[in-house]
């Protein structure tokens, strides 16, 4: 096996796409619209490499295919194709490897080691894509200069056993990231940051401490959420998440951070029609520099309350009123689908 980060001359040449989905080839991949043998199937796509790598039938689902390529650089990227390239060697790291890919893809907490792990490979907690790499460690490898994502590859990918097994000797490159991480859990432990939950609508509402972004306090220019620690806490299929700002709030409403991915283990996320609440919230709204809308520039992200620059502002509402109308919504759009769940089954019985 041998991988080539992809390129427009691969196009045509038959090759195991790994992670991510082109064209002309065997799919490996969670990513929406994969082609991924069903026998493979996996959360992960570092799992579904290593279901492919301990299959007995490896030969037949490969079709005898030696190139690998991968078409964007991130934690899962990585791993998922190490794992193709070791063989059955990486078997014996499987319960490093995925939990390490969980992190990277999905902000999920399994153990310290497999965030810090993904931290030093991708070099941040966030589900979103990011223009350019920012890993930790393919920097650190190329003596401190920017690298592209090939370059990222061709760094890396040597480093990957020794950083699963040996993250503690990576600390310089994930020790910030880390601290950003272990703050937000702490925040939750105490209580400072909190988590409701709306059972009955499937709603995580989450209040997030101001003092968790320091003295200076949440500023939308500069501080993501807090992904890792709102994965580990909410149980909802919406996130809520409500910021003190400026005197006011800042919001945003996500799904979870699975929910991007084609997954067998972690159930599927509907999307839900969020135009009847935005135009509501934009009617309660006092804060007229800003506007409640729909946002899809991120995997997860669902609608923000943000200027017309797309920067999350300070809104009038409190969590209390958007969460109110949030239910109202989600609890009338399962009403719908129940209702026409309902008819299918009765046109199902009639004609039977």
């Known amino acids: 096996m041998r991988f080539e980060y ?3 001359g691969l196009s045509d040449v038959p090759k195991l796409s790994v992670d991510g989905t082109v064209e002309n080839a065997v799919h490996l991949s969670h990513w929406q619209g994969n082609r991924t043998p069903r026998s493979l199937r996996a959360d992960t796509s570092t799992e579904i490499a290593l279901n492919l790598v301990g299959s007995p039938q490896r030969d037949e689902l490969t079709q005898g295919i030696k190139l690998v390529t991968n078409n964007h650089f991130d934690t899962d990227g990585v791993l998922s194709v190490w794992t193709v390239l070791a063989g059955a060697r990486a078997l014996d790291l499987r319960d490093k490897l995925i939990p390490a890919a969980e992190a990277g893809d999905f902000s999920e907490y399994t153990n310290e080691s497999a965030i810090r792990a993904s931290l030093a490979i991708q070099g941040a907690d966030s589900p979103i894509p990011t223009n350019g790499v920012s890993s930790p460690l393919a920097r650190h490898l190329a003596g401190g200069a920017d690298v592209d994502e090939r370059r990222a590859y061709e760094l890396v990918l040597p480093e990957v056993e020794r950083v699963l097994t040996r993250t503690d000797v990576y600390e310089p490159l994930w020790r910030e990231g880390w601290a950003g991480i272990a703050s937000a859990l702490e925040s939750f432990a105490r209580g400072a940051s909190r988590v409701e939950e709306d059972a009955e609508a499937h709603l995580s509402i989450v209040t997030l401490a101001p003092e968790l972004y ?3 306090g949440f500023k939308p220019t500069r501080h993501a959420a807090p992904y890792t620690a709102i994965s580990r806490h909410a149980r909802g299929e919406v996130y809520l998440i409500a910021t003190p700002f400026a005197g006011g709030w800042a919001y945003r409403v996500d799904y979870p951070y699975y929910s991007w991915a084609v997954t067998v283990v972690r159930p599927p996320v509907v999307r839900r029609n969020f135009a009847p609440l935005v135009a509501r919230l934009n009617e309660l709204e006092r804060n007229e520099d800003a506007r409640w809308k729909p946002d899809t520039g991120e995997l997860t992200s669902a609608l923000k309350f943000t200027d017309a620059g797309g920067v999350l502002q300070a809104s009038s509402l409190t969590p209390d009123v958007v969460a109110k109308e949030m239910r109202g919504v989600l609890l009338e759009g399962a009403a719908k689908v129940s209702s ?12 039977a």
């Open 6 to 8: 992809y390129h427009d």
């Open 340 to 351: 026409r769940a309902g008819d299918a089954s009765g046109a199902i019985a009639r004609e």
């Open 214 to 216: 320091g003295a200076a």
